[in-house]
């Protein structure tokens, strides 16, 4: 595969701040593998890295689950997005001072090992439930054109189409799939980086100067874009603003100027305690005050954006009182089956909510939250794991190597997306079945709630709002049916 190259710099040993080590993960994703270990050090490992994944999905699990005082909890994401643009960036930097030159072929062949065995497994795992608990009314033939989209990495933009699906007020048994738009958003992210670095070091050549600041300048001004962008389709376009990879985009890019500017900012001790306090304090107000949900991102996502770069800037260069803390093992294991917890926690939550026909009640929940970890560690461990150890038992040439990987990257996604085809036509074809027919018919003839129906008004005899489920008939008996379910 190809690599762009230029002359090697002096100096090509890393420091310190070195944005990750070998072991770490990525959710909503990506994570160093055997090949990237090569010419790195396990002092360069930063844990509290890990532990902030951790932290993050604890947030996105809780807020999911509808756990009481997490409503502003999403911006878990948020914290995963400026990370996953600081270890990449890191990683192709170190690359490139190392060797002078990115092989991209590589990069892709890594991404490709880390992110689509989980996935595919997942993808396919939920195609089996959802044929088992959905119906072929709609549930089913949802789930397999949204298991089609994320297997070409475009769920986002499948999701931003979809009118009747709102991400903070599911009806039941609807979007099993819903939570891989971020995934997509990411992986599109890795598309796109490599254009942008690669226009860095054209401008860097053109104007001569230094690579680093004019891949800086480069990331601030695409994350500045991308955040007027974002506030400006706040209030015109809010479900653009919330799917599409060009709005979300600034929070990758600050990860992405982070890792730059650590390279040559180091903060002293007494200042990184403050900086790592100051980015806790942040996460935690914005907890307890949750953010507005309408039009977000918005100017809002700033606030756990920062406080994100300020978790990390923290942890360079030595430990502080915070990142001690996001290094311990229970944030840091947390954070390796961050990706595999993330992938299964939903799905689970929403066909169990189907399955109940309600929300289920809170324990119900968090154990549904806590199988979506036990499968995450299954999944590290033997699927994950597995591939890590095969990615370097390719063949003698490194190029057919990655070719060999992303081939297969590639081929796997397409059988997904055949299966979810081939899973749609099975639903309809259910769907035309004399049963299916009755049972879509009936659903039919239930009226939507009028709005005047829901809310205190329509329980207060003073109120003008009159709640008809059907059209009034005086001649016909008024009968009033008072229930508690």
Known sequence: MASFTLPARSGSTTDGASP?????????????????????????????IDGIRGAAAIMVMGFHAHVPGFEGAYIGLDLFFVVSGYVITGLLMHEYQRTGGIKWGAFYARRARRLIPAKATMLIGVLILSYLVATPTGSQQQTAKSAAAAAGFVS???????????????????????????????????LALPLAIILAFVLARVLRVPTVASLLVTSVALAGASLWLAITWASSNPDAAYYLPITRAFEFLLGVALALIV???????DLREVMGLAGAAIIAFVLWKPMPVDGYPSYWALLPCVAAALLVWAGVGGPTAVTRLLSTKLLVGLGLVSY???????????LGESLNLAP?????????????????YL??????????K??????????????RVI?????????VASLSTGALALANDQATTPRWETVAQQLNDVPEMPSECLGESSFIPDKPNRCDLVPFDEERPTVVLWGDS
Request: hydrophobic share 35%.
């Open 407 to 415: 081939i297969s990257g590639v081929v796997a996604m397409s059988t």
């Open 360 to 376: 289920p009640p809170l324990w119900a929940r968090i154990a549904l939250v806590m199988l979506g970890l036990l499968l995450a």
């Open 263 to 269: 390279r040559k900012v180091r903060p002293a001790e």
């Open 156 to 190: 986002n933009f499948f999701f931003w189409q979809q009118d009747d699906i709102d991400y903070f007020g599911l009806e039941p048994g609807t979007g099993v799939l819903l939570h891989t738009w971020s995934l997509s958003v990411e992986e599109q992210f890795y």
């Open 20 to 48: 990750q080590g070998p072991r770490s993960p990525q959710t909503a994703e990506s994570t160093p593998d055997k090949n990237e270990k090569k010419g790195r050090t396990r002092s360069e490992y930063r844990p509290d």
């Open 390 to 403: 095969r990615s370097g038992a390719v063949t003698k040439s490194k190029t057919w190597g990655s070719r």
């Open 379 to 388: 999944s590290y461990r033997y699927i994950e794991g597995l591939f890590y």
């Open 340 to 350: 595999g917890w993330y992938l299964w926690h939903w799905p689970l939550l929403v």
